[in-house]
């Protein structure tokens, strides 16, 4: 997997340049001005960034996020000897631009994640666990029975067919195994964190497991529209935003050693490989 440090080098440029020249800088750079296209499309402006990231109450979270990276690489590895495989596509340690810490973006066979190391809630465990979770993404979707029913190689496949082919299942799927990936390669981490809990939230999913369940398969059953438990109070009043996430990883956690016959690691190894066909528990 290639790494590409993004955030030194639009510290460097901030330190360096004033706003015109810092502008020209940008647009010479393909990959920070992809950074400053996607500011743009969340309303953000580079100089804002610029102002929290060179304000005296930012100094905790650039110490953090400049310690994180020279962590990135025993990450990756951790990751990949827990696939026993090497990763495909680029990493892309930014600013978060105060708005997202972790994303992957597929595009013809080809994965790109965007990974905000400044996350103003962000801290190493967290960091840690999104990371391994945001790699597991990479590892599914390189396999090709995944997406075996597009017929044809991963190369030809765009991300507006990518996205269209991300279906109610496969997104449960997906953030389940990667969810669990997270905890087998990180153990020592606290599992609300590998859910981005509170530990009052993770809390009330445990308690509340049978209404998630209920609320889950009845929308399976109708529009599939899964998306819609990244928020709050989708349950009821009171449960937290990606209680999809807990289903998914409770169940794949039930399921997959009586399945294969396999320990849990093992297991969520195995199933990172299987079309959505295969996972009949949900």
């Known amino acids: 997997m290639i790494v590409t440090d993004l955030y030194n080098k639009l510290l ?60 990135v690489p025993e990450v990756i590895q951790k990751v990949e000897e827990s696939f026993g495989a090497k990763l495909k596509g680029e990493l892309r340690l930014s600013p978060s631009l105060m708005r997202f810490d972790g994303f992957a973006k597929y595009d013809l066979g080809n994965h ?23 790699l597991s993404h990479v590892y599914r979707d390189h396999q090709p029975r995944v997406w075996g029913h ?28 990667a969810t669990l990936n997270s905890q087998i390669v990180y153990p020592e981490i606290p599992i609300h964190v590998h859910h981005y809990y509170f530990p009052h939230e993770m809390q009330w999913c445990m308690e509340h497991f049978k209404e998630i369940d209920k609320a889950i398969r009845q929308c399976l059953k109708e529009d599939q529209n ?3 438990f990244y928020e709050d109070d989708i349950i009821m009043p009171g449960s937290p935003s990606r209680t999809q996430y807990f289903w998914a990883a409770k169940i794949l956690a039930d399921w997959l050693p009586h399945k294969t016959g396999r320990s849990l690691p093992e297991a969520v190894v195995l199933a990172h490989g299987w079309p959505v066909t295969e996972f009949d528990c949900i």
Not at 114 to 129: C, I, N, T
Not at 155 to 176: P, T
């Open 150 to 177: 597009l017929g044809k190689p991963l190369n030809k496949v765009s991300r507006a067919e990518y996205l269209d082919a991300v279906s109610g299942h496969e997104h449960l799927i997906s953030e389940g195994l």
């Open 226 to 228: 899964v998306w819609k």
């Open 12 to 71: 460097r440029e901030f330190e360096g340049n004033q706003r015109s020249d810092l502008e020209s800088a940008i647009q010479s750079d393909k990959r920070l001005s992809d950074l400053k296209e996607m500011a743009v499309e969340w309303g953000e402006e580079i100089a804002n960034v610029q102002k929290w990231m060179q304000s005296k109450e930012y100094l905790t979270q650039e110490k953090m996020a400049k310690e994180f990276i020279k962590e």
């Open 112 to 134: 790109t994640i965007w990974f905000g190391v400044d996350h103003p809630d962000a801290k190493r465990e967290y960091l840690q666990a999104l990371l391994s979770h945001e």
